[in-house]
């Protein structure tokens, strides 16, 4: 099959991710989806896998507050249990259409936007949905015009599920036709999905597939906000707060400006020790008042995102 050699803007920068990321010190959190026996795949002699007719996942079923409320506390006990994501055991694997392929997922990491979806602050358009957006996987199956991957590659599949450019200046992540993984279509919480080819990316092997996964997202972002800087090695760079991107951004900056200082600004104490660990030369409670501080140095020149 003859691949073809384009990929979508995001796959460019995801790739360039892969490229500078020092994946050594990575802390990261993966959900595996975990085969269970009686649902394991067998090889065909021909090297295809044999799909079978129906998969696990967990979905989102409808908008769940998570906060603590009189309602919540009259909830009985089975409720409570329930959670927000509901188990279903006998979905049927999708066919990829034309560009399309379907994954067995590997694993999918686990992002603060599926909060975002539970709680109904970006809703999806129906229900049930299956959520997840960091997934890496094998392909195991192709839709027509498909030229850009083959049948077991491994590859990943982040917030960007497809879109198409409207006119100059407008990017793919703000198109009208914007539609994300795990919210306008299927995601990775689940042993098999669809995606289209161009927002699918090779991944390197380098990389498993858990220490792969959080690059998809956190890394996406973390990368892009490091490069909207525009910063050269010797200048400073702050980090308020160090959540799961600020992490790797920490990471990132200190392969890509090994001459500068880098100070981060958390709240929690584990956390601040944590950023230490990772190399930076200050944390800090909150960011301090007087110029003399560490502050000081993003008073002049710097650029704040």
């Known amino acids: 099959m003859k691949r073809a050699s384009s990929f979508s803007k995001t796959s460019k920068t995801i790739a360039l991710l ?3 990321f020092d994946i050594k010190s990575a802390s990261i959190t993966a959900l ?12 065909a002699a021909a090297g295809e896998e044999k799909i079978p007719g129906t998969m696990q996942a967990m979905t989102i079923t409808k908008v769940t507050s998570l906060e603590k409320s009189k309602e919540k506390e009259a909830e009985s006990e089975e409720e409570k249990k329930k959670g927000p994501l509901v188990l279903l055991n006998n979905m049927p694997i ?5 560009n399309e392929i379907l994954l067995r997922v590997s694993v999918c990491g686990v992002c603060h936007t ?10 999806p358009p129906s229900y049930p949905v299956i959520p997840g957006h960091e997934v ?16 077991g590659d491994r590859v990943g599949v982040g917030w960007i599920y497809d879109s198409h450019e409207e006119g100059e200046g407008v990017e793919e992540n703000l198109s009208t036709s914007f539609r994300a993984t795990g919210r306008d279509a299927n995601g990775g919480y689940a042993q098999y999905m669809i995606t289209q080819q161009s927002y699918a990316y090779p991944i390197p ?3 498993t597939d858990k220490e792969a996964a959080p690059l998809l997202c956190a890394g ?4 892009q906000a490091l490069q909207l800087t525009n910063m050269h090695d010797g200048q400073t760079l702050g980090l308020m707060g160090f959540g799961g991107s600020a992490h790797i951004v920490l990471q990132l900056a200190k392969h890509l400006y090994p001459k500068s200082d880098i100070y981060v600004f958390a709240r929690s104490e584990q956390t601040r020790v ?9 944390v800090c409670l909150e960011i301090p008042p007087s110029p003399n501080k560490p502050f000081g140095l993003f008073q002049n020149g710097g650029n704040l995102l």
Do not use: N, W
């Open 220 to 223: 996406g972002v973390g990368y």
């Open 274 to 282: 944590f950023a230490l660990t990772l190399c930076c030369i200050l």
């Open 32 to 43: 595996a989806t975990a085969t269970p026996p009686s649902m394991t795949s067998t090889v």
């Open 114 to 123: 599926e909060l975002d979806k539970i709680k109904g602050r970006t809703p």
């Open 94 to 98: 999708p066919v990829p259409k034309p």
């Open 205 to 207: 092997t380098v990389f």
């Open 18 to 20: 892969f490229v500078f």
């Open 136 to 151: 890496i996987g094998h392909v195991v199956q192709v839709g027509h015009d498909v030229t850009l991957h083959e049948i």
